[in-house]
């Protein structure tokens, strides 16, 4: 094996111990026993430390000067090594002691924290909010201040890489207002769209049957993929051939169940499409970034699950296995009931347009807490005190305020932001979808998604992270990202389903 | 540190990887979908292979001997370092590249047995038996032959210490005789057991909420442990404080579930038993053999869960939990129909009577497959030629043949006859636990299983590796293990109902 080939091994044999280390994270979330707690911590911590062992080793280090000292003419050989020292340079720079501490008070804390938002008891939290924050903080010193940014952009460059939150600022702010705009003209309307599909009684086996269909008909492949319960629906691609997917099931809101299903399928399709069998543990066989993922996501989840084509196709599919309560709804109704806005308290359960707002919040007090302008014990607060003026409403109790999110309990700063990077490449993405497939809206009103996932696959998935998600944003979309697709699909949707013009007041 | 205390760490540090690759395995046989086969035999050869490693360093293997060097005082510390020497000899023997082989292709012809079982194609299992088989001769080899043994007690040896096949063979002899004889008595009666309530059919959500309602009552904490559902029914004690069993359903047999459940929960509640916590990775944290092991699920299985007593107590749970059509059935039916005497096919079906002939069959197979004296290609004749002279019947395809049992797909030569050492073991702890406890059958019937846990909690689960499995035998029971009280259970049970006197012919 010549250099090159014994660095992808060296990454493939380090990817290996990082999809156990994966299911291990899956399994905590589904089906380990609470008394498996304790164990799992330890054997989170141990695996941890090896994986990073194996991609810091100093063998890995030599391989990569000698293949710099002689770059392939191939560009994707070329943009692998190139991405490996990136990944490297990162990574050598986390002492191992942190990364297993990190591991370890990462998972006592995720246990902490459902407990804590079981009982809505901040106190009980706070302690492992606090160490995983200075844990974090050490952690963006170890990375360094990136140029022209700030020490939390150590953190989003984990993420989204290369992206600076002072410019994540810029896009967000002006977003933030005219999304206010429009959320306000929306509920001020006499036309509301009713809710009572999501106040009907469904069972949850019905409702997993009913998620099933969906995931089989929409493309993901339930041979090399499949569905579970937890608290917090998350999308795990564990390893070639192995993606897992979760939801959740509240017995009278079967719409919640469905668009988590949906929102982690777009999650799970990228995933079964990268390059991954093929190009193990290589940058290549890997996704760009979180925002790019969480366009896939989110692509699937709101742009064409909440469409009324899509309806039309879902909607005697619903008919047909939710039961009788569910037959009463016309396509219409479901599809008003998709798209309700509400001034509501919890993330994951919010409307497409006061998503961001949610988003929006959390960057900017992870900012502070990581900074320490906020310190912990004034999270409640200031949570509560920011959001009524961004959504205008009282947060009720902190289960339904800073303690609703499992991300802070393992250390994920950073992370909020590419949430709504995602819905904006989204929107870029649908927006160009229908300039090149003229009948996009007829296909998925006939459950044709094939096409729509072929331009994805070929353009996006398949192409693992040759391409840095700007690059992709233009490859794919003829431009850079910005905001207007989304409020055009927004304004263009919303206003008729709320009565009001096309265009803008 | 002291070296003792170094030499734990090491163990400790072992068992979390051991404990990852617990998971693994449970994960392949439960949830993993189709998919993720060929990413899983490389998780596994690669944590196989570095439990291996931790197992056999160069540092465990100095600390045990400066440990050794000055041999500590106290008994338990001192029987941990024999055990662990012993343990370190055995691993070291095997090189790093056969732990792997085994793990992979192990892996691997696992899932070709599942599809050869489901197919009845045995020709597709065979290249595979052919090498697990090769390896595994290539262990015993590796492993050498014990004093006053043949290699195939070198693998024996790994399930059930210091045992020998001979001895193995000169107890099964005559017990097959005596069991052949009763089985004929038994079917030969004009009076026999009716199987109805096992032809009667169950919902499978029902039959799990039954079961999870047994677990319970019985001891099982499902606080520290699950059932899952799987193809072929097993625990796995993953970790402390995460015992996992899992069993499988027909809609018509709702005892077939029952059975394995409770079978698998006496593993469980041996492994709940284990000082884990305290003592993680030391053999004092262990289980004995094999054969300890099955005498505890068999004692709830067979000599608790199929005793009258037993169903006076479960009649009205499984009356009230398993609907409608169960409810006709009295105690005594139930009773019968966990009882009745049958010449099957499936081992795992197989009732009490003629269980210990299945083992005898496998027994004797691999023994001469692995002397080289049968031929792959000739196992299909061979076992059911045997299998008419043993049980009187013809098989009829090999999917309920040579095709039925995982084991020898992932290298489990020389397990099987523990099966029945386990058997042995629990009729003479069943024996003795009515001398000890004169109105043990009584608590039964009132549904009170904790004197008789507590007894071998105390005698078994928390002594780990203190003593052999003849040591503990003497000390449970005051005699060496023996054939009678399996017989003398046997016909005390099973001639009255089936209307024939206590006493023998």
Redesign the interface.
């Known amino acids: 094996m010549n250099s090159y080939e014994q660095l992808c091994e060296l990454h493939r044999?380090a990817s290996?111990?990082a999809?156990?280390q994966a299911?291990?994270g899956w399994?905590q979330e589904?089906?380990?026993?609470?008394?498996?707690?304790?164990?799992?911590s330890?054997?989170a911590a141990?695996?941890a430390s090896?994986v990073h062992q194996r991609r810091t080793s100093k063998k890995l280090g030599d391989l990569l000067s000698a293949c710099e000292a002689a770059m392939p003419d191939d560009a994707c050989e070329a943009r692998n090594i190139e991405l490996m020292r990136r990944d490297y340079d990162r990574l050598t720079k986390l002492p191992d002691d942190l990364v297993s501490e990190l591991a370890r008070v990462g998972s006592k804390a995720q246990e902490a924290w459902k407990a804590a938002r079981t009982a809505d008891d901040f106190e009980g939290f706070r302690p492992w909010l606090e160490q995983m924050m200075s844990l974090s903080r050490r952690k963006a010193e170890c990375y360094g201040v990136p140029d022209g940014g700030e020490l939390y952009d150590a953190l989003l460059d984990e993420y989204e890489p290369d992206a600076r939150s002072a410019d994540v600022q810029a896009v967000f702010e002006p977003l933030a207002e005219q999304l206010s705009t429009l959320v306000a003209e929306l509920l001020d309307s006499p036309t509301q769209p009713s809710d009572a599909p999501n106040r009907t009684k469904v069972d949850p086996s019905a409702q997993h049957a009913f998620g099933q269909k969906l995931l089989a008909a929409m493309g993901f492949?339930?041979?090399?993929?499949?569905l579970?319960v937890t608290t917090h629906p998350f999308c795990e691609g564990?390893?070639?051939?192995?993606?897992?997917l979760t939801t959740r099931y509240a017995d009278d809101n079967f719409m919640d169940a469905m668009y988590s299903t949906l929102h982690e399928m777009g999650h799970g399709l990228y995933e079964q499409g990268l390059p991954k069998?093929e190009r193990q543990g290589q940058p290549l066989g890997d996704s760009v970034s979180l925002g790019i993922h969480e366009s896939q996501s989110r692509l699937w989840e709101n742009f064409v699950g909440r469409s009324p084509e899509f309806w039309h196709w879902a909607a005697p599919i619903a008919h047909s296995t939710l039961g009788e309560p569910i037959k009463q709804f016309s396509v219409h109704q479901l599809f008003g009931a998709a798209n309700r806005i509400e001034r509501s308290f919890v993330r994951v359960e919010a409307d497409e347009a006061t998503y961001n707002l949610h988003v929006m919040l959390r960057f900017e007090l992870e900012r502070a807490m990581l900074r320490g302008d906020l310190s912990i014990a004034d999270l409640p607060a200031a949570w509560n005190e920011r959001f009524e003026q961004l959504l205008g409403v009282n947060v009720p109790d902190n289960k339904r305020g800073c303690l609703q999110d499992v991300h802070w309990s393992f250390g994920l700063i950073g992370y909020f932001p590419t949430y709504t990077l995602g819905t904006l490449y989204a929107a870029q993405l649908w927006e160009t979808a229908h300039s090149k497939f003229p009948d996009i809206d007829q296909q998925i009103a006939r459950g044709e998604f094939a096409p729509l996932l072929g331009w994805l696959r070929e353009g996006i998935h398949t192409q693992g992270r040759r391409w840095t998600a700007g690059e992709l944003c233009e490859r794919m979309t003829g431009r850079p990202l910005g905001p207007e697709p989304l409020m055009d699909y927004l304004r263009t949707k919303l206003r008729p389903l709320y009565g009001l013009s096309h265009s803008m007041a």
């Open positions: 044999k290996v111990l999809s156990v299911l291990l399994d589904t089906y380990m026993p609470a008394g498996g707690a304790s164990a799992r330890e054997q141990e695996m090896l492949d339930l041979r090399t993929g499949r579970d564990v390893a070639p051939g192995d993606t897992r069998a």
